[in-house]
């Protein structure tokens, strides 16, 4: 009998067993003295394996490989390559959303400034408003208004008339009189104005038509004694509660509100003491101007020019505003 062949059928007999099976069954056992701390049993123990084993002969079963230091530089290196072109097309829609958050945000900031002021000369006493400027400084003011009405020019007969009778006398000094219509709050304080013109004789910035509420009992307003010069044909007073100064400083960047300082016959450029509120940065460029007799002698005319400047761009808004002269 041939070795290797099946005693049946004379066919070569299989062992089974893969190639790398076999070699590794046939490759012979090394052996060696024991190691130390290591059980001792017949003399001899099976050595350690070889971290290099099997390699050159395709053995390369337990051997473990991480990745080289140029592997590293590659994907780094790939990595920026990649990021830097991603940046380049997200950079302008990113610096486009910016700028416009910007523009829209300045824009507001002048929009609600103009808005504001405009709001506060619909409140103004007639003929109050005067404009100055220092340089590129300027100065807008006016008269604050409260409250108004009609005094009762002459006394009345009906029953009506008998629980307020007091009239406005413009030949002797008053110190109270009686309001027709609803009256105004208890709570007032302030000046009373009557038919300012805004001119000497009759300019509520020297007082001369103006006097000091002392108290108000419902329909009657109690001041002190004061004979006013001119009576309105209208037969109207207004009550001013504080002057009021806007203040565009280009050189500061500013546009402040001022108000609760003394009125004084000249426009003042100063506050100390003053109650204030800033109304607008990065201010680069401001005017205002004031018509005094528009279209008719009973409307004055403030225009406002308002320019605010940030990162290199430039907003611009101009407002016009109607102001009742009319006393």
Known sequence: ????????????????????????????????????????????????????????????????????????????????????????????????????????????????????????????????????????????????????????????TGAADLACNTPLDFTTNTSSFCVLGPPIPATTTGWVAVYN?????????????????????GAQINILPKLFPFASPSSRFQVISTPVSYVCDPTAGTLTRYWGYPISAAQPTSFSGASSALLATHVSACTFSYTQQVITQQAGLVAATLQLTESNETISLYEETHVSNAP
């Open 197 to 217: 013109l805004g001119i000497p004789g009759a300019d509520a910035y020297t007082g001369v038509n103006t006097s000091t509420i002392t108290s108000v009992s």
């Open 1 to 156: 009998m041939i070795r290797g062949q099946n005693v049946v059928n004379n066919t070569p007999r299989r062992s089974g067993f893969s190639p790398i099976q076999r070699r590794i069954f046939h490759h012979p056992v090394r052996l060696k003295p024991d190691l130390p701390n290591v059980p001792r049993r017949s003399g001899f123990s099976l050595a350690a394996p070889s971290p290099h084993w099997g390699e050159g002969r395709g053995e390369g079963v337990f051997r473990q490989r991480g990745f080289t230091l140029i592997e590293a530089i590659i994907v780094i290196t790939i990595t920026a390559i990649i990021a830097a072109v991603v940046a380049v097309f997200i950079k302008s829609p990113i610096q486009g959303y910016f700028d416009s958050s910007r523009r829209a945000e300045m824009t507001d900031i002048a929009d609600t400034a103009l808005r504001r002021i405009s709001r506060d000369l619909h409140l103004a006493l007639p003929n109050s408003v005067r404009v100055t400027n220092v340089g590129n400084v300027y100065y807008l003011e006016f008269l604050e208004t409260s409250a108004g009405g009609r005094y009762r020019a002459d006394t009345g």
